[in-house]
């Protein structure tokens, strides 16, 4: 896939129109055509949501482009609604990063909790983590729905697929065996075995875990664009 850079704020000044005309109207006008559009010394394949090809210009010496086109060259998505005749542009880069971020808290918190849970046990504490685990399952069922979202209609969703999804994957079947011998032990603190199971289980989340963090760094210095010293 390839690779772009998250620069698309910078271009919202240069290509956004009134989102929310309240009335339109036609009129003919004379503009200079044949303007090519760059983006990064590579030519912007200038087509519409159709494939047809469309083109730039330059009227009253101001350049309009195809919107459509140059979004999409920023990792951008493009929607219209016909009802209120508006533009929404989506940030693609903006909005995996987010997601990357969110999964990476979660993972956070799943280890904390864990953690918790073991600090009690190994000091012969009661403690009902009831609450805990049915927030952390709202939490998981989103970022599964997130995921699934975000892989249908993201462009750059490959990245996240290719450098972070597994170990989030791998993370939480972890965390959930984990869960399923806590539940085991607190019914039975006479269970050892699943007392071992846990501590196991909690060693390979904090794998996945550093593996993640590592990886999403690695990610996102690959699109900076910017170098700090």
């Known amino acids: 896939m390839k690779k772009r850079i998250p620069a698309i704020i910078l271009m919202f000044a240069l290509f956004l129109t009134t989102s929310y005309a309240a009335n339109t109207y036609r009129k003919t006008i004379t503009v200079t055509s044949g303007v090519n559009v760059e983006f990064n010394n ?7 949501a159709n494939g047809k090809a469309v083109e ?21 998505d493009i929607g219209y609604d016909r009802n209120t005749q508006t533009i929404s542009i989506y940030d ?12 990476n808290h979660n993972m956070y918190y799943c280890l904390s909790s864990a953690d918790l849970w073991l600090d009690y046990i190994f000091a012969n504490t009661p403690y009902d983590a009831s609450e805990e685990i049915s927030l952390q399952a709202q939490l998981l069922e989103r970022n599964e729905r997130m995921i699934e979202t975000l892989c249908e209609d993201n462009g750059n969703c490959g990245y996240l697929e290719d450098s972070l999804l597994g170990y989030y994957q791998d993370f939480v079947n972890q965390y959930n065996s984990l869960k399923s011998m806590y539940n085991t032990y607190s019914k039975n603190p006479q269970n050892t075995s699943a007392l071992s199971s846990m501590v196991s289980y909690k060693s390979k989340m904090l794998t996945d875990y550093i593996q ?8 996102l210095d690959s699109f900076n664009w910017r170098e700090f010293k």
């Open 92 to 103: 693609d880069f903006n909005e995996m990063v987010t997601v990357a971020y969110k999964l």
């Open 56 to 76: 730039a210009f330059i009227y009253n010496g101001t350049t309009y482009v195809p919107i459509r086109a140059v979004s999409n060259a920023f990792g951008a």
């Open 212 to 219: 993640y963090g590592n990886d999403m760094e690695d990610l």
């Open 42 to 48: 590579e030519a912007i394949d200038m087509t519409d």
